[in-house]
């Protein structure tokens, strides 16, 4: 379906709250608030939080997995609990040389089904917001999860299963190698930055996380989880501030 940017706006919430009248063909749909804000870079702050647990994902030479096996490993990976539940585990879809990856929370009843992250309400928000800023799901885009597996009635990861997980996603993140990486709400900044902050204190920055298997910092862009958005519609404006300065930050670094 071909949208107009006034319908994903309006899909999203916000239209017409971010339109210019005075802005350049081409740039009217990055406000003016987030063009003018300075970009803050934070020292990196990740952790790893498998350190000393007893996680049966990836150790030594299994963290050079290619895709094909990392993918099977995920698949049969019983090293917390979330294992016993799950229909199936649903290790991320999308582009795997993207220059952009979204990470959320973990699968939902929907995405445990069907194997595949964001495809219900939130999913629908979220390639809207994908949309807005000229991105579509499976192109140039890999979208994946602090976790693979359900949590029961669809609760918060909690620390050790996503420590658990993280072999995984970090061993993503190093195959991807992404340019810029958008945290989807509070759990994906915890297993992915060790980051304990509260959203609002980390929006609005550009912090970094260091990717050993290429021996860089990586952007990332913190903004609130689609599934959050659906019940608190009114920062649906924030989000759409966080997405134009990731869009914002990719075009100064890449050109893309």
């Excluded at 498998?50 to 299994?62: I, P």
Aim: charged share 30%.
């Amino acid at each position: 379906m071909n949208l107009t940017r006034d319908r994903i706006l309006a899909e999203m919430g916000f239209d017409p709250l971010w339109k210019r009248r005075d802005a350049p063909r081409g740039s009217g749909d990055i406000p003016a608030e987030v063009q003018d804000q300075p970009i803050v870079v934070d020292e990196p702050t990740h952790a790893d939080m498998a350190t000393g647990l007893n996680v049966s994902g990836l150790r030594g030479a299994d963290e050079e997995l290619g895709w094909d096996e990392l993918i099977s490993r995920i698949k049969g990976c019983t090293a917390c609990g979330l294992c016993r539940e799950r229909k199936q585990a649903v290790p991320g879809v999308g582009d795997r040389n993207a220059d952009w990856l979204f990470i959320g929370e973990g699968p939902g009843a929907e995405e445990d089904a069907r194997g595949e992250p964001f495809v219900g309400a939130a999913g629908k928000l979220l390639d809207a917001m994908l949309a807005a800023i000229d991105l579509k799901r499976g192109e140039n885009v890999y979208i994946g999860n602090a976790v693979k597996c359900r949590p029961p009635g669809n609760r918060t990861p909690e620390p050790e299963e996503m420590a658990a997980c993280f072999p995984y996603l970090k061993r993503q993140i190093e195959l991807i190698r992404p340019r810029l990486i958008v945290l989807l709400g509070r759990a994906a900044v915890h297993a992915v930055l060790a980051e304990d902050r509260s959203l609002s204190g980390l929006r609005g920055k550009t912090l970094s996380y260091r990717n050993e298997g290429e021996g860089r910092d990586i952007p990332v862009i913190v903004t609130y989880h689609p599934a959050y958005l659906l019940r608190n519609l009114p920062d649906k404006a924030k989000a759409w501030e966080d997405l134009c300065r990731a869009r914002a930050l990719m075009r100064e670094t890449s050109g893309g």
